[in-house]
């Protein structure tokens, strides 16, 4: 059958009519709909390369199908006339069909690897490397091994795709000395460059992923993870691995692993300076990586009731701000990232910068959420004001349901009520607070716990505030230290200021 036209083509389509035998969910089709129109043009070049295929019946096949795109209604594509269209004259013949569609199906998934392999210059480079190798091309093999050196070598970030694409080149190199010149001896010298570039992107690999478990271990308490070789790795480095912490990569996820799993502050300390010293040389989502694991441990200390960390915290926000790292991998700024810059601000007595910050950044902020972020840090604003009224107007215009905004402005309305000391709207309030953190099957048993502790302790200080007698002080004493000694607890330090205040 010779190739058709584009006005038989569109002369079929339009005059065929519907049924239900169709192609329209079938994988094949599934997968020709995730191709742009430009994508779709280059699978019907693939396809009519004879180096890909000779069968003319998926070429025509493909001329076809480039028309349907990218609706392929039903109508176009029912079997029966497809088949009609690709043989005319000839009776449907099901099994024939389908054969015609798996053959399709498989050139589809050659082209779509084809399309990721030609996105992949290093891999390519590679392929190309070994098989120069074992033609014996030696003049072709150095000159391609030198450029794919400098290219490797102008690699901006040394990170772990660094060092494994010049552990790959090494040993291609090493296995080329031996195959085809007599350069190779017994003590080459690449043997110890290999072990060490192997060793060096397993290094920066083991301590992220275990970095990230520790991390995710932090947010989930009832799964644990396993961090292999946490042991091994602290005796290599402590021997004869210490000069891999050279590498500001492997250095930056070793002091990111100690912090998350010692949580001693002179590994925060340690890894906040090298950030500072670093930051040109890591690559910019891995900075936001270690400022995120910063940034959790400000958090936890805060939550502990380490005052002095809340400064820490907000110069960790500023510091993401400052370096264009606020948006992440999104054109806008997280909701849930606003707020904790403003709350954490305020609380840092940093309002000025805060206040800059909400009027220049407000509209990076989701279009939806945009408007409920801003009545609420101007809820926070008013707050720490100590102009209560006006923070309780501001939380009244927040509508989303979202359990981060609903979350957040029950603790402030909490707090309002309780520097109002008024007794009715204060325990009506904790009450539904109580039953919305009970029932709302989206909230993690950790975050509930402490939640539920926040409640309780406001609570019994609301009580002491409003009671007098000659045991206050002794219970007063009592909460305090339940309160410093509570690990799961937020607003930890709104608490014990409440309790300092009541002592006065």
């Known amino acids: 059958m010779k190739n058709v036209s584009f006005q038989r083509i569109y002369?079929?389509?339009?005059?065929?009519?519907?049924?239900?035998?169709?192609?329209?969910?079938?994988?094949?089709?599934?997968?020709?709909?995730?191709?742009?129109?430009?994508?779709?043009?280059?699978?019907?070049?693939?396809?009519?390369?004879?180096?890909?295929?000779?069968?003319?019946?998926?070429?025509?096949?493909?001329?076809?199908?480039?028309?349907?795109?990218?609706?392929?209604?039903?109508?176009?594509?029912?079997?029966e006339k497809v088949f009609e269209f690709l043989y005319p004259g000839k009776k449907y013949n099901d099994a024939l069909m389908r054969n015609v569609i798996s053959d399709m199906l498989r050139l589809a998934n050659e082209f779509l690897a084809v399309l990721n392999f030609n996105k992949?210059?290093?891999?390519?480079?590679?392929?190309?490397?070994?098989?120069?190798?074992?033609?014996?091309?030696?003049?072709?093999?150095?000159?391609?091994?030198?450029?794919?050196?400098?290219?490797?070598?102008?690699?901006v970030y040394k990170d772990e795709h660094y060092y494994d694409k010049q552990y790959e080149l090494s040993l291609i190199y090493s296995g080329f000395q031996k195959d085809v010149t007599d350069s190779y001896i017994r003590e080459n010298k690449l043997f110890q460059e290999i072990s060490d570039l192997l060793t060096s992107g397993f290094l920066i690999k083991i301590l992220y992923h275990n970095?990230?478990?520790?991390?995710?271990?932090?947010?989930?308490?009832?799964?644990?993870?396993?961090?292999?070789?946490?042991?091994?790795?602290?005796?290599?480095?402590?021997?004869?691995?210490?000069?891999?912490?050279?590498?500001?990569?492997?250095n930056a996820y070793y002091l990111s692993f100690k912090l998350m799993q010692t949580q001693e502050e002179k590994y925060f300390f340690l890894l906040k300076d090298f950030l500072i010293?670093?930051?040109?040389?890591?690559?910019?989502?891995?900075?936001?990586?270690?400022?995120?694991?910063?940034?959790?441990?400000?958090?936890?200390?805060?939550?502990?009731?380490?005052?002095?960390?809340?400064?820490?915290?907000?110069?960790?926000?500023?510091?993401?701000?400052?370096?264009?790292?606020?948006?992440?991998?999104?054109?806008?700024?997280?909701?849930?990232?606003?707020?904790?810059?403003?709350?954490?601000?305020?609380?840092?007595?940093?309002?000025?910068?805060?206040?800059?910050f909400i009027r220049e950044n407000i509209?990076?902020?989701?279009?939806?959420?945009?408007?409920?972020?801003?009545?609420?840090?101007?809820?926070?604003?008013?707050?720490?004001?100590?102009?209560?009224?006006?923070?309780?107007?501001?939380?009244?215009?927040?509508?989303?349901?979202?359990?981060?905004?609903?979350?957040?402005?029950?603790?402030?309305?909490l707090k309002i009520y309780y520097d109002l000391n008024e007794s009715e709207p204060f325990y009506s309030h904790i009450d539904t607070y109580?039953?919305?953190?009970?029932?709302?099957?989206?909230?993690?048993?950790?975050?509930?716990?402490q939640v539920n502790g926040f409640i309780n302790y406001s609570r019994k200080l609301f009580n002491l505030k409003n009671t007098d007698g000659k045991d206050k002080e002794f219970e007063l004493n009592k909460i305090k230290r339940e309160i410093s000694e509570n690990r799961a607890l937020i607003n930890k330090i709104w608490l014990l200021k409440k309790a300092e205040e009541l002592e006065r």
């Open 434 to 449: 109580k039953h919305f953190i009970l029932n709302n099957k989206i909230v993690h048993d950790k975050v509930r716990e």
């Open 120 to 155: 992949k210059e290093f891999r390519k480079d590679m392929l190309l490397l070994e098989e120069l190798k074992s033609r014996k091309l030696t003049g072709h093999f150095l000159k391609k091994k030198e450029r794919v050196s400098k290219t490797i070598e102008n690699t």
């Open 363 to 413: 509209n990076e902020v989701k279009e939806d959420l945009r408007t409920d972020t801003h009545h609420f840090c101007c809820a926070l604003g008013h707050y720490w004001k100590n102009d209560l009224e006006s923070s309780l107007v501001e939380l009244s215009k927040v509508t989303s349901e979202e359990f981060v905004f609903k979350q957040n402005i029950k603790s402030l309305t």
């Open 211 to 250: 970095t990230f478990l520790l991390t995710r271990n932090s947010q989930i308490s009832n799964f644990r993870f396993t961090y292999n070789l946490s042991v091994e790795l602290d005796i290599f480095f402590s021997r004869e691995g210490k000069k891999f912490l050279d590498i500001p990569y492997v």
């Open 277 to 356: 010293k670093n930051f040109d040389i890591l690559h910019i989502h891995k900075s936001k990586d270690i400022l995120t694991v910063l940034t959790n441990f400000c958090y936890t200390k805060v939550t502990s009731g380490s005052d002095e960390f809340v400064k820490q915290q907000f110069e960790l926000y500023k510091q993401t701000v400052d370096k264009g790292l606020h948006k992440g991998t999104v054109d806008y700024i997280s909701n849930i990232f606003f707020i904790s810059l403003v709350a954490t601000g305020y609380e840092a007595g940093e309002s000025v910068w805060v206040n800059k």
């Open 11 to 79: 002369h079929y389509i339009v005059t065929i009519g519907s049924t239900q035998k169709n192609m329209n969910n079938s994988r094949f089709v599934l997968l020709l709909k995730t191709l742009s129109p430009g994508e779709l043009k280059q699978f019907r070049d693939f396809v009519h390369s004879p180096f890909f295929n000779k069968e003319k019946v998926l070429m025509n096949l493909a001329d076809y199908l480039k028309i349907c795109h990218p609706e392929y209604d039903k109508k176009h594509m029912e079997k």
